[in-house]
């Protein structure tokens, strides 16, 4: 890693030459929220000027680019009673700008699922090369809980990050391409005086998180839970509508189906993304729902994102940013679901009675 | 001041790695595996009952016909294109490099669409892919099959190597049951296991018809005819989820280590590479953890059975 300073016009510069020539995407104000706050999404830009850099989040995650909601697997031609199955890994250089820590944090994560498996996913590995990111940091919103699982910085999964340290970017530069292309523009040595505001700007970053979700031990807390009456309390709820996986970050489950062209001389194998909240996520053929109920499959995607990934891979999945918890239309959310979760273990600890709940 | 002509093009941007291990994709086995199917013909269909048909499949490609090798209890993706992909259990020998059998029952959109074609056409599979049943580690040992309606057909690979290799095991039974008679899958090769291989078979249906002269009642009910010496014994259950529960826990309560008994496990599955997320039990992938699981790991998964 090498850090430089970049002053905010001259970084603008550099922006509008990098979108110039490249299909790049940044984050824009596309409606206004009900109470009032704007909504931003990653949307084409080819200016400095489009982008809004000091935006909150985004609705939706940065995984679309990587993990698009529709996506071609492979194609089959027929003929003559046989077929071909033709695949293409290949996929278009893009340009990400604005991603905040945790969104990287979540593509970190995504690379860890999707790459260092026992099967890696060729697609994925495509778009991730090809893919150009620019990072910034931002003050949380109020919903934020990101530094309850560390996601509130990040040191990897980037090509350039740059904090905002006033008058001045403070750049974080990952890699060889966006050293070279930043040599044609004017940065600078970081100065004392700079390191400072940096420090400043983490310091200022780290204590405005206003929302804490305790996570220590939640792997072990979901295994004893698992019968939890939490789970129909928050699971009567639930609408089955999958919209939180759809804007997770890391929620990468999907399912694959097939369809023939319309002229029937060929046929496409698509991956679409699921969701586990769906009520036929686990229906197998025949008509067996594994998790028939809806408390059933939230609580999967809990146990999926708190329990199974850190024994799988070691870490919790979810990154804390709280676009499930905004974007749930009957308002779960995930701090009040695992609170929930937290306060009935406390309570039957130390309650002298049985709890009510439990006989 | 930088200069305006200066541009960053397109195909500049493709970055450096930034996973720690970028795997090497041109195998061909490898492919073969993940996204592109081996291609194979129906060499042969035998229709078993009105829902459950055995399909003969032989690789088309003399080298990928190499290549693919599985265990007993491992299971391929079987691709039909334009209508989708199903995991489906090999139920043939392992040591049989000619072809593969797949016992399939007639369920969902993709089986459904298998029973209507012909010998002759071509699908594709991908795999295999799972983990298999412990066959070397079940040798010396006496063993228990118990297999419940469909269950025969995971079965089936694990029958096949007990039969080659018929000298390395002591006593082997066979339970099997059904709900009615005509349900009992392979009874033309019954005669075959018993005379043969000298497995003793067992079987029991829920609902007699006026020809039947066996067993009638639950699976669980053959236990009273079978003696086990239950510290050198090892079972592989396979059956419909509500009959592991039973039968597992009654030959725990017999005394048969819980690491010495063992469940295939039916999910829904989209990719058979632990990716797709929707065969997950727990933190556990059917995919690639299983199918086969041991009952120990199957206790200590949660919604397993």
């Known amino acids: 890693m090498i850090y430089k300073v970049i002053s905010k016009p001259e970084f603008r510069k550099f922006i509008d030459v990098l979108v110039r020539e490249n299909t790049s995407f940044g984050p824009r104000q596309v409606d206004t929220a009900a109470n009032g706050n704007p909504v931003y999404q990653f949307m084409p830009v080819a200016s400095a000027d489009e982008i809004e850099f000091d935006y909150t989040a985004t609705a939706s995650s940065a995984k679309h680019f990587f993990l698009p909601f529709r996506d071609e697997l492979s194609r089959f031609s027929f003929h003559d009673r046989t077929f071909e199955q033709h695949i293409a890994y290949e996929s278009e250089p893009v340009v990400l700008i604005g991603l905040r820590p945790c969104d990287i944090s979540a593509l970190n994560i995504l690379d860890d699922v999707l790459l260092n498996g026992r099967y890696p996913s060729p697609y994925y590995l495509a778009k991730r090369k090809n893919t150009f990111v620019i990072g910034m940091d931002h003050l949380p919103l109020p919903d934020c809980f990101c530094k309850s699982l560390a996601h509130h910085t990040v040191s990897t999964g980037f090509n350039l990050f740059c904090s905002d340290i006033g008058e001045k970017y403070y750049l974080s530069i990952n890699s060889s391409k966006a050293f070279t292309y930043l040599e044609e523009f004017q940065t600078e040595e970081p100065s004392y005086e700079d390191n400072c505001l940096m420090t400043q700007r983490r310091k200022l970053i780290s204590g405005s998180f206003r929302t804490e979700v305790d996570v220590t031990s939640l792997p072990s807390i979901l295994d004893i839970e698992f019968e939890s009456p939490v789970w129909d309390k928050w699971g009567a709820k639930c609408l089955n509508c999958g919209t939180c996986a759809m804007v997770c970050p890391t929620c990468y489950c999907y399912s694959v189906d097939e369809r023939f062209d319309i002229d029937l001389k060929g046929a496409s194998r698509n991956r679409q993304l699921y969701s586990c909240n769906l009520v036929d996520f686990a229906v197998v053929a025949g008509g067996h729902n594994f998790r028939p109920k809806n408390g059933d499959r939230l609580k999967y995607r809990y146990y999926h994102q708190h329990r199974g990934f850190a024994e799988n891979a070691n870490q919790q999945i979810c990154v804390g940013c709280n676009r499930c918890g905004r974007a749930c239309l009957t308002g779960i959310n995930p701090k009040a679901v695992i609170n929930d979760l937290r306060m009935e273990k406390e309570s039957c600890m130390t309650c002298v009675s049985p709890s009510p709940d439990r006989t | 001041m930088h200069d305006m002509r200066f541009t960053i093009p397109r195909q500049d941007l493709n970055r450096e790695a930034f996973a720690s291990s970028v795997p090497d994709f041109n195998l061909k086995s490898d492919l073969m595996k993940t996204d592109m199917g081996y291609k194979c013909r129906i060499t ?29 209890g491992q299971f391929i993706m079987l691709e039909l294109p334009g209508f989708g992909d199903v995991p489906i259990s090999i139920s043939s020998s392992n040591s049989n490099h000619e072809y593969i059998e797949l016992c399939i029952r007639k369920a969902g959109h993709v089986t459904s669409a298998l029973f209507r074609i012909e010998p002759g056409m071509h699908l594709a599979i991908r795999g295999p892919f799972g983990s298999s049943f412990p066959v070397d580690e079940m040798a010396g040992h006496h063993v228990l099959l118990i297999a419940g309606g469909l269950g025969i057909a995971p079965l089936r690979a694990p029958l096949f190597w007990i039969n080659e290799h018929r000298d390395r095991f002591r006593d082997v039974h066979l339970l099997y049951g059904a709900k009615e008679p005509s349900q009992l899958l392979f009874s033309y090769q019954f005669d075959e296991w018993k005379t043969i291989s000298h497995i003793r078979l067992h079987t029991i249906v829920e609902h007699a018809d006026a020809e039947w002269k066996g067993n009638t009642g639950m699976i669980t009910e053959l236990f009273g005819d079978i003696s086990i010496d239950t510290k050198n014994t090892y079972a592989i259950v396979c059956g419909p989820p509500v009959m592991f529960k039973f039968v597992c826990s009654y030959l725990d309560r017999l005394g048969i280590p819980m690491n010495r008994m063992f469940v295939s496990l039916e999910r829904r599955m989209h990719c058979g590479m632990g990716k797709c997320c929707r065969c997950m039990v ?21 919604e397993a059975i």
Do not use: A, H
């Not at chain 2, 042969?44 to 007993?72: A, G």
């Not at chain 2, 992938?285 to 200590?300: K, R």
């Open chain 2, 44 to 72: 042969n269909i035998v229709s078993l009952t009105e829902q459950e048909k055995l399909f003969r499949l032989r690789i088309v490609d003399p080298e990928e016909r190499r290549i693919f090798r599985f265990k007993p």
């Open chain 2, 282 to 302: 727990g933190s556990t992938f059917t995919c690639i953890d299983g199918p086969v699981f041991d009952y120990w790991s199957v206790m200590n998964l949660k």
